[in-house]
């Protein structure tokens, strides 16, 4: 088995360790979700609430390992594989550390929720910077529309500027931090805008080419 496979299923298996180990110490209902200002808004059951985010860390893996073997292109992910095995890796990561700062607030130490999880939030944009200029033409990671899809030039020209703008909006998202009250909503502005700009680019490059 591959050596980021093992890390993923430690991570997973730490996962479901933590909610067993702290079954006993968590309140009947958990605070599941927070909003944009560090709030609380949602809460579920004690077993939903322990349980839910490792077995969606065990099926993301699932899924994502899945990917590379069901890709008709399957010779072009070979190319960028160990970049996606890491991106899986650094996914999981995120998730585990996601879930223990859900168990540390629901074990009663209070924290604002917001500025603890835009580090995780801007070094996961940086890494999908990084695997998005290195993916090939495949159908299932990257930018993936008609105009990359039809053409392999304006596949590469659209990651390799997709790459950097995911790169900048991770550094983006970690100087957040200095003002978390509106980090998500400039965040995700951010992204929206850098979404339709890079599907103009591969268009108009597209049409360069006829």
């Known amino acids: 088995m591959k050596k980021p496979y093992i890390f993923c299923l430690v991570i997973i298996l730490f996962s479901f360790a933590l909610a067993v180990f702290y079954y006993p110490a968590m309140p009947e209902k958990m605070a599941s979700h927070w909003n944009a200002n560090g709030e609380v808004n949602d809460y579920m059951p004690k077993f939903w609430?322990?349980?839910?985010?490792?077995?969606v860390s065990l099926i993301i893996f699932g899924l994502l390992v899945l990917i590379p073997k069901i890709d008709p292109?399957?010779?072009?992910?070979?190319?960028?594989?160990?970049y996606f095995d890491w991106f899986i890796v650094l996914l999981e990561?995120?998730?585990?550390?996601?879930?223990?700062?859900?168990?540390?607030?629901?074990a009663g130490i209070r924290f604002d929720f917001t500025p603890a999880i835009i580090p995780a939030i801007a070094a996961l944009f940086y890494y999908v910077g990084i695997l998005t200029e290195k993916s090939?033409?495949?159908?299932?990671v990257g930018i993936r529309n008609?105009?990359?899809?039809?053409?392999?030039?304006?596949?590469?020209?659209?990651?390799?500027l997709g790459g950097k703008l995911f790169r900048i909006a991770g550094l983006i998202a970690f100087l957040g931090i200095l003002f978390p009250k509106y980090s998500f909503l400039i965040f995700i502005l951010l992204v929206i805008?850098?979404?339709?700009?890079?599907?103009?680019?591969?268009?108009?490059?597209?049409?360069?080419?006829?």
């Open 136 to 140: 090939e033409r495949n159908w299932f």
């Open 73 to 82: 292109l399957k010779e072009n992910f070979a190319k960028f594989r160990k």
């Open 193 to 210: 805008f850098f979404a339709i700009f890079i599907n103009f680019y591969s268009y108009f490059e597209y049409k360069k080419e006829k």
């Open 146 to 160: 008609p105009w990359t899809l039809s053409s392999e030039a304006v596949w590469k020209k659209t990651h390799n």
């Open 49 to 55: 609430g322990l349980f839910l985010m490792p077995l």
């Open 93 to 106: 990561i995120f998730l585990l550390y996601i879930y223990i700062l859900t168990l540390i607030w629901n």
